[in-house]
T-cell receptor
């Protein structure tokens, strides 16, 4: 099992550019989520999905879109990058509910927006 | 707003020594409390998960305790190793997860 994989590891964007952060898991987990981690703050939930075809907003969804067409993949799209979106992004998955089940995190994508 | 507060912010200890990290929370009720270890440049890894009815949970040299009455949890690390250098994050689970800011532990030779 590869677990949770994320690409790219690093990315630099200019303000206004768009891009997609990829996340995939091979554990047949229903629940997947995206977090951002900023210095001096706890991880904050951006979007999550309880299964293929179902997504919902987390604490800080503005500026981000997600879709879940398959169980394995959960990409995060930045529509028009802003410097405030400079952060480290983590994708996570769990078998069922994130609230009750062990969560597995990917290695992260470090994004800088100039 | 539900909060999870961790102390100390950072800690330096000598290899082989024990240490205890603290977590205070206001989330109530909650389904479980977790401790994660996050190495620099990596994603968090789960160490322990305790339901509100559990008092203690161990994972090797890591032992987490929970006092639901005082809304406090601690993570005790025994006989520290250089590889224990990391950030330790306390997370309380209600409908969703509330993450603390973490304690950065440095273990030096």
């Amino acid at each position: 099992n590869a677990g949770v994989t994320q690409t790219p590891k690093f990315q630099v964007l200019k303000t206004g550019q768009s891009m997609t952060l990829q996340c995939a898991q091979d554990m047949n987990h229903e629940y997947m989520s995206w977090y951002r981690q900023d210095p001096g703050m706890g991880l904050r939930l951006i979007h999550y999905s309880v299964g293929a075809g179902i997504t919902d907003q987390g604490e800080v969804p503005n500026g981000y879109n997600v879709s879940r067409s398959t169980t394995e993949d959960f990409p995060l799209r930045l529509l028009s990058a802003a410097p405030s979106q400079t952060s480290v992004y983590f994708c996570a998955s769990s078998y069922n509910s994130e609230a009750t089940d062990t969560q597995y995190f990917g290695p992260g994508t470090r994004l800088t927006v100039l | 707003k539900n909060q999870v507060e961790q102390s100390p912010q950072s800690l330096i200890i000598l290899e082989g020594k024990n240490c205890t990290l603290q977590c205070n929370y206001t989330v109530s009720p909650f389904s479980n409390l977790r401790w994660y270890k996050q190495d620099t440049g990596r994603g968090p890894v789960s160490l322990t998960i305790m339901t509100f009815s559990e008092n203690t949970k161990s994972n090797g040299r890591y032992t987490a305790t929970l006092d639901a009455d005082t809304k406090q949890s601690s993570l005790h690390i025994t006989a520290s190793q250089l590889s224990d250098s990391a950030s330790y994050i306390c997370v309380v689970s209600e409908d969703q997860l509330t993450f603390g800011k973490g304690t950065k532990l440095s273990v030096i030779p």
